[in-house]
């Protein structure tokens, strides 16, 4: 009995730990994603690109950060209608975070650089 009570607590400690490194994951590509568009001009510099690139290809992100990452690379101008599909997607999804569906709301929205109030919301994210 008192074995099994360990390995519980033991299992819920791991779980409690790697949720916690997920959502730093995801923080930190919120905050990669965030500081591109908030400097976007027509189009994320070379080096904008590999830095969200490193975002969609990285596992531990959350499926949907890691979609938009690759979703603001391709942007010139305006996101892509790819693009757009899957923004729209992301406000579509019951279980995308808040501060996710907010990223996919400034790219669909987009054209040639952020709005002034996207801006601001951006900022607050950094």
Known sequence: MKITLLRNMLVLALLASFSQFTYAD???????IAGVLVN???F????????????AEDSSVGRGYRALAGV??????????EGKE?????????EAPADLKTLATIVANLS???SAEAK????AML
Do not use: E, G, R
């Open 26 to 32: 995801n923080a930190d590509a919120q905050k990669v």
């Open 40 to 42: 976007l001009n027509h």
């Open 44 to 55: 994320p510099s070379d080096a904008d690109k590999a830095a969200l690139m490193a975002v």
């Open 72 to 81: 603001v690379s391709a942007i010139s101008h305006s996101a892509t209608a």
């Open 86 to 94: 899957v923004t729209s997607q992301i406000l579509a999804s019951n």
């Open 112 to 114: 040639h650089t952020a």
């Open 120 to 123: 601001a919301t951006l900022t």
